[in-house]
């Protein structure tokens, strides 16, 4: 076909293919067991997939109410009412949304514009800084410390100015398997009082949080739900990453701007899936109980690759573990995962792609939401290194 022949200016000129598609990609050009993307590679519940077949049966094919099903928002009230102690009124403060990456990008849509000034923490899953651009405003980045991935809060006041309108957080944080405490929260709350400044929370890996640790909603802290919208996630909950449905929780002023956007981003989301999981999480051990079925997979995989010259700080929420190789090469973590995938036949992402100055600590990230055979056949290749 002919290409247009007029100027395109480009609206994301430094964007290109995601890590995660061309690292998955190349795991697949090359046969190579794939801990890169973060997908399982085991089935979701057997009894959620009946549901939603149930439901499609049942003739519920057509639009959704713009906002989400009520029987699906009504029982994410009730869930999150009963582990946060917050109230999120099912009519006007919750909507169903296309996945957690529509979530944050109709946030973000709806609220930043020209200018405006967003703080991101980096390393920072990747579609937070493309939105702030898409909408006219400008990324501020803070580095989060390293090899502990915490927040240095004092950086953080040092880049607020009357630009600033929104600061992104996420916990558990995807890639460093990172969360945030009560403290942390505190900290900012003082940062944020008496301000204008917006949150979001990417809250997408809530239920999977390990070694006796409590995750800790903002929805907890009331002086910042009051201005946060809250983002989570189906996909990473029942294992159907490839159903894209989630949620956002916020107070009804700021969710009236956010359907204003949603509607014509989106509109509606899948139908009888909504039904199906709302019917699902009537059983509560459906996300109960995945921190402990998740921690076993951490702990399986960090038991069998002990032997190996990578060095890991546990993982203490997602399905991500970090291991650092600078006791095995001082190739780029770029480099060394490429070579990995080609000559080792195992898929990883370079940790240096999450940040906006391309930082390289000489970390890889691995997924364990993997089948513990898949599991083994990555240690032993992971320890031959």
Known sequence: MPHFSGPIRSKLPKVETTIFTVMSQLAAKENAVNLSQGFPDFSCSPDLTELVNK???????QYSHMAGFIGLRQIISDKVSKLYGAYYNPETEITVTAGGTQAIYTAIASTIGEGDEVILFTPAYDCFEPAIELNGGKPVFVQLSVPDYSVDWESVKKVINQKTKMIIINTP??????????DDFEQLEKIVGNTDIL?????????????????ESITKFPNLAERSFVISSFGKTFHTTGWKVGYCLAPENLMKEFRKAHQFIVFAVNT????????????????MDLSSFYQQKRDLFLSMISPSRFKAIPSKGTYFQLLNFENITDKSDVDFSVELTKTKKIASIPVSVFYHKKVDAHVLRFCFAKSDETLRLAADIINSI
């Open 55 to 61: 439901y499609m049966k049942a003739g519920f094919n």
């Open 173 to 182: 944080h995807n890639p460093s398997g990172t969360v945030l405490n009560h």
């Open 199 to 215: 949150v979001l929370c990417d809250e997408v890996y809530e239920h999977i949080v390990f070694d006796g640790l409590m995750h």
């Open 272 to 287: 009888p899936i909504q039904h199906a999981i709302a019917e699902f999480l009537q059983d509560e051990h459906s996300y």
